[in-house]
């Protein structure tokens, strides 16, 4: 049976209720801070278009997929930043949809920025049963899962989301925490099965170490927790001129290790930069997948946005 589907089809046999996963995690998410901290929008004084296309456990059938696209800049008029996300995730029969609008209010420091924000949206999640395996059920001639609770329908439900962040950045490194979901909620599908959202933790930090002129390393950490699971993430990177390259590797102990990650990218030109990752797999699905691929695009519009009041000086952190 495949993976994916068991897990779905005992939470449907066993309860009414589903609990909602955390955000989906990307390798190159340090690249993207938005992505990670909405507060971030507007600090490098641009407009910044990212897109990240993610394909998860290559080699397994419907193995998760998620696409996100965001973009932000500097809202001169209210000191701060906005910025637009969209995020699209499939993972067996569960596909989650949600867009979201932040709007951060930055503050200059003596020595760097501190911007706070929110953002707030909604999402959608389907649950498709025509990809739900039954051991009992019939798929020979059609599907019949042989199942009182389970019929051969998509079941939907649209709910908010919102997010809490904090982000701070001088000449030495990047800091952030966010919290998403942070008031307990819960949706239904259908009017049949409860789905709790999950509230987690996101919490960021980037170093910037220049090593010559042209070598800067910039290691990075991102934790994520719900107080109940934590995953930590480290990656390494190296950025010779407009070269970029390093190394990642997910969990922290034998039960949270995961893969390891190999990167690599470049910025073409003042506009456009593109990135590419593999995950090598270290937990048990080594044997039956191929790995992960990521691909990440940046756009810079690469100069001020002129949105009306003309901005104060603030640090362009050097992240790609």
Do not use: C
Request: charged share 15%.
């Amino acid at each position: 049976m495949r993976l994916p589907n068991i897990i779905v089809y005992l939470l449907l046999i066993s309860s009414t209720s589903l609990f909602g996963q955390q955000s989906p995690n990307y390798t190159m998410d340090l690249l993207n801070l938005y992505k990670v901290n909405k507060a971030f929008a507007g600090i490098s004084d641009q407009l910044t278009v990212y897109s990240h296309y993610r394909t998860q456990w290559a080699g397994i059938e419907r193995q998760p997929r998620q696409f996100n696209i965001n973009a932000n800049m500097p809202f001169y008029k209210l000191h701060g930043g906005i910025g637009i996300e969209l995020e699209s995730f499939r993972s067996g029969p569960e596909v989650h949809s949600s867009v979201k609008m932040s709007y951060n209010y930055i503050h200059q420091l003596k020595n760097g920025v501190l911007s706070g924000g929110l953002s707030f949206g909604a999402s959608q999640l389907n649950i498709n049963s025509d990809y739900i395996v039954t051991p009992e059920g019939n798929y020979q001639s059609g599907i019949d899962h042989q199942d009182l609770i389970l019929d051969n329908s998509i079941s939907s439900t649209l709910y908010p989301n919102y997010e809490l962040s904090l982000f701070y950045s001088n000449a030495n490194f990047d800091t952030g925490i966010s919290f998403q979901n942070f008031v307990k909620q819960k949706t239904t599908l259908d009017n049949t099965i409860n789905y709790d959202l999950s509230r987690y933790t996101s919490f960021l930090f980037v170093y910037f170490l220049e090593l010559t002129n042209k070598i800067i390393y910039q290691p990075g950490l991102h934790v994520q927790s719900n107080l109940k699971e934590t995953q930590i993430k480290l990656l390494n990177t190296i950025k010779y001129g407009n070269i970029f390259g390093g190394i990642g590797i997910r969990g922290y102990s034998n039960k949270s290790i995961e893969s390891i990650s190999l990167f690599s990218g470049i910025k073409f030109n003042r506009n456009y930069t593109i990135g590419y990752s593999y995950d090598v797999l270290l937990n048990e699905l080594r044997n039956t997948s191929e790995g992960t691929h990521e691909i990440l695009f940046r756009y810079d519009l690469n100069r001020e946005i002129n949105t009306g009041l003309p901005p104060k000086t603030m640090y362009n952190p050097r992240n790609l």
